[in-house]
Every structure is written in structure tokens, then in C-alpha cells.
Nanobody, 126 residues
Framework: QVQRVESGGGLVQAGGSLRLSCVASGRTFRSYIMGWFRQAPGKEREFVAAISRSGGNTYHADAVKGRFTASRDNIKNTVYLQMNSLRPEDTAVYYC???????????????????WGQGTQVTVSS
């Protein structure tokens, strides 16, 4: 089983930047597609970004495209989410997740991710 620990969240003013990290342990990290999701109070969990096993392919939600970038370091067993030009509507708990299936397609569906971190709070003030 893959254990994941997110970090890097916090309070930032609109227009600022944060970088989230998710360190995974357990089974071979590089065998998993990794995703980032977020959940704001009273809302459903939504897809933010996904990254392929090698890191060569990424998929970002329209709401964050051009502002957020997912990346990974398979030596450090870590996936990152660089968040720039943050907006108040980006306020949420952010989760990393691992997709253990053999699929190649990068999924935006929460139910296709098997292992989830505990989340890290990101708050953007206006």
C-alpha cells in the first residue's frame, strides 16, 4: 500500500504562489499515475491535475491551466503541484492520490484513484 504525506499548504494573498509536495512510500512510486484533487467547504472533491508515471505527460483542469503545474521526482518519490497566480476560489484542502491501475490514460475521476493522502489546507485571501 502506498502511504502519502502532503505538505506545503498555507495562507497566501491573491496573486501569490505555493508549492505543494506529496511524498509517497510503500510500493514502487514510479508505477503509479499521480493526481491532485481539491475540496472546498460544502463542495465535492474536484480534479486539479494528473501526471504520468514518467512525468512526461500532464493533464490539468481548465480552472487551473496556465497557473498550476504538476511535476514529479521518481528518485525522491515525490509529486509536486506548483501553484501560481492564486485566487480566492482556489481555497480548498488539496489531496494527492495514486492510481494503481495499468491504464495509460490520465484520469480526472476520483473513483479511479486508490490511495489518498490526508490533505493540506490552502487558503487564498483577497
Amino acid at each position: 500500500q502506498v502511504q502519502r504525506v502532503e505538505s506545503g499548504g498555507g495562507l497566501v494573498q491573491a496573486g501569490g504562489s505555493l508549492r505543494l509536495s506529496c511524498v509517497a512510500s510503500g510500493r514502487t512510486f514510479r508505477s503509479y499515475i499521480m493526481g491532485w484533487f481539491r475540496q472546498a467547504p460544502g463542495k465535492e472533491r474536484e480534479f486539479v491535475a494528473a501526471i504520468s508515471r514518467s512525468g512526461g505527460n500532464t493533464y490539468h483542469a481548465d480552472a487551473v491551466k496556465g497557473r498550476f503545474t504538476a511535476s514529479r521526482d521518481n528518485i525522491k518519490n515525490t509529486v509536486y503541484l506548483q501553484m501560481n497566480s492564486l485566487r480566492p476560489e482556489d481555497t480548498a484542502v488539496y489531496y494527492c492520490a495514486a492510481d494503481s491501475d495499468v491504464r495509460v490514460r490520465l484520469s480526472s475521476r476520483t473513483f479511479e484513484y486508490d490511495y489518498w493522502g490526508q490533505g493540506t489546507q490552502v487558503t487564498v485571501s483577497s
